[in-house]
């Protein structure tokens, strides 16, 4: 009978933990997040009808940050990273998730819904030919 009420204890405690998302997050999980993150930034890059100056760059960068701080109640910048250094790992799996998510409403803002689409399943920088050296001379050009 003991075993029993243990049984349906375990199991009970199994389905709660399922369901509630109570799933453990690593630092890969958070690297796949800044990844996305990285592949979208390169995305938004490729538009050829809006010139991405340092004024808009800034500006987006401005708008950006200010969801973050109103999402993690953050009063400026610093506070902001402090909070990003300092958290653990399920805080830092949250903030890197949302920039990725603000990012992708940019993309879908500036390139539509398709340029989303041709990126998903993407995860890893290695999936996406040349990446690096396509960021990087894009930011040379800039410059």
Do not use: H
């Amino acid at each position: 009978m003991k075993s029993k009420i243990l049984l349906v204890g375990f199991i009970i405690l199994a389905v709660v933990l399922v369901f509630t998302g109570c799933q453990k997050i690593t630092q890969e999980d958070i690297n796949r997040q800044g990844t996305r993150w990285w592949v979208v930034w390169y995305k938004i890059r490729e538009v050829k009808d809006i010139i991405l100056t340092d004024e808009y760059i800034t500006g987006m960068d401005r708008v950006r940050g200010e969801a973050m701080m109103k999402e993690f109640n953050c009063e400026n910048a610093d506070e902001l990273s402090e909070y990003y250094r300092n958290g653990n790992l399920r805080d830092r799996y949250r903030y890197t998730k949302k920039e990725v998510e603000l990012m992708e409403e940019l993309l879908i803002k500036l390139r539509g819904e398709e340029a989303l689409k041709e990126i998903e399943g993407i995860w890893n920088l290695d999936e996406v030919p040349d990446l690096w050296e396509k960021v990087n001379k894009q930011e040379t050009d800039r410059n």
